[in-house]
């Protein structure tokens, strides 16, 4: 069985600070995954996603994020928080051979103070 | 020009009522997935549909629900007899053969 676990489901930071936000995953097969943004009352936007290839993903708005098997991690950062980064991120794995269903954590929640 | 387009984008209705969620890719996809996020939890999966017929479904997909392509374009869920636990919104999702996916904006259900 897959699943997708973020640590911390409200997370706050400074503007200009750097962005942190953590996800693990279980999963028996190489893993795909995806982080997705979400703003109020919109639906899901994606940030990026690794497959194959180069371990370090580069996505929109400046995040990017880095698969280690070792650590079965896929933690999104990002340098310096804008005001507009403020929103739900969730993390999602495709962990089973032949499927395509998105298991999605439970999301974490992004503000940025002033 | 949004790629995934739902109908409607809020929708209530009275409990046992059927309800027909719609969503329109606006170009040719392999898959087309159902997905929902109960108001503060985690976005789940429902089901997915490829060559017209479901290829994977969730536990939570059950008789309830059904989906078709009538028309090989609109990609339609509909939920026959709702009960108060339906209310959410609902994602439908596209994708092609590279794991590419989108997502509408949603459609919320509230069932009363």
């Known amino acids: 069985a897959q699943s997708v676990t973020q640590l911390g489901s409200h997370v706050s930071v400074s503007e200009g600070a750097l962005v942190l936000l953590r996800c693990n995953y279980s999963?028996?097969?190489?893993?795909?995954l995806f982080w997705y943004v979400q703003y109020p009352n919109q639906g899901l936007q994606l940030l990026l996603k690794?497959?194959?290839?180069?371990?370090l993903v580069k996505g929109i708005n400046g995040f990017e994020a880095e698969f280690k098997k070792s650590e079965t991690s896929f933690h999104l950062t990002k340098p310096s928080a804008h005001m507009s980064d403020a929103a739900e991120y969730f993390c999602?794995?495709?962990?089973?051979?032949?499927?395509?269903?998105?298991?999605f954590g439970s999301g974490t929640r992004l503000q940025v103070q002033p | 020009e949004p790629e995934v387009t739902q109908t409607p984008s809020h929708q209530v209705t009275q409990m046992g009522q059927e309800v027909i969620l719609r969503c329109v890719p606006i170009s040719n996809h392999l898959y087309f997935y159902w997905y929902r996020q109960i108001l503060g939890q985690k976005v789940e999966f429902l089901v997915s549909f490829y060559n017209n017929e479901i290829s994977e479904k969730s536990e939570i997909f059950d008789d309830q629900f059904s989906v078709e392509r009538p028309d090989g374009s609109n990609f339609t869920l509909k939920i026959r007899s709702t009960k108060l636990e339906d209310s959410a919104m609902y994602f439908c999702?596209?994708?092609?053969?590279?794991?590419?996916?989108?997502f509408g904006s949603g459609t919320r259900l509230t069932v009363v």
């Open positions: 999702a596209i994708s092609g053969g590279n794991y590419g996916y989108t």
């Open positions: 690794y497959t194959t290839g180069a371990t």
């Open positions: 999602a794995v495709i962990a089973d051979t032949g499927r395509r269903a998105l298991t």
């Open positions: 999963s028996s097969v190489p893993p795909y």
